[in-house]
Nanobody, 126 residues
Framework: QVQLVESGGGLVQAGDSLRLSCAAS????????VGWFRQAPGKEREFVAA????????EYSNSAKDRFTIARANAKGPINLHMSNLKPEDTAVYYCSADINHPWMAGSAVENYGYWGQGTQVTVSS
C-alpha cells in the first residue's frame, strides 16, 4: 500500500516561514514526481509546486514563485516545501501527492497525481 505522509503544518503569523515535509513509502522503489497542492475552504484544490524524480525540473504556481522552494535530496528521500513570507491567503490544507506515470515531469495537473497524503493544515494569521 502506498502512503504519503505530510508534516510541518501549523499556525503562524503573516511574514513567517514554515517548512512542510512529505515522506513516501513503497514509492521509494520507483521514480516519481512529487507535487504540493492546497485547498482552502470553499475553494478547489490548486497546484502549488512540483519537482520531478531527479530534481532537474521544478515548477511553481504564480502565488508560490519567489516565496516557496521545493526540494528533494535524492529520488527516494523526503520532499520539503519551504514557505517564506507567508500571507493570510496561503491558509489552506496542504497536500503532498505523487505521480508515478510521468516521473520526468513536474506537472501541475491534479489528474496526473494518483497518490495523495492526508493533508496538513497551514494557518496564517494577519
Amino acid at each position: 500500500q502506498v502512503q504519503l505522509v505530510e508534516s510541518g503544518g501549523g499556525l503562524v503569523q503573516a511574514g513567517d516561514s514554515l517548512r512542510l515535509s512529505c515522506a513516501a513509502s513503497t514509492l521509494a522503489l520507483r521514480p516519481y514526481t512529487v507535487g504540493w497542492f492546497r485547498q482552502a475552504p470553499g475553494k478547489e484544490r490548486e497546484f502549488v509546486a512540483a519537482i520531478n524524480w531527479s530534481g532537474s525540473k521544478i515548477e511553481y504556481s504564480n502565488s508560490a514563485k519567489d516565496r516557496f522552494t521545493i526540494a528533494r535530496a535524492n529520488a527516494k528521500g523526503p520532499i520539503n516545501l519551504h514557505m517564506s513570507n507567508l500571507k493570510p491567503e496561503d491558509t489552506a490544507v496542504y497536500y503532498c501527492s505523487a505521480d508515478i506515470n510521468h516521473p520526468w515531469m513536474a506537472g501541475s495537473a491534479v489528474e496526473n497525481y494518483g497518490y495523495w497524503g492526508q493533508g496538513t493544515q497551514v494557518t496564517v494569521s494577519s
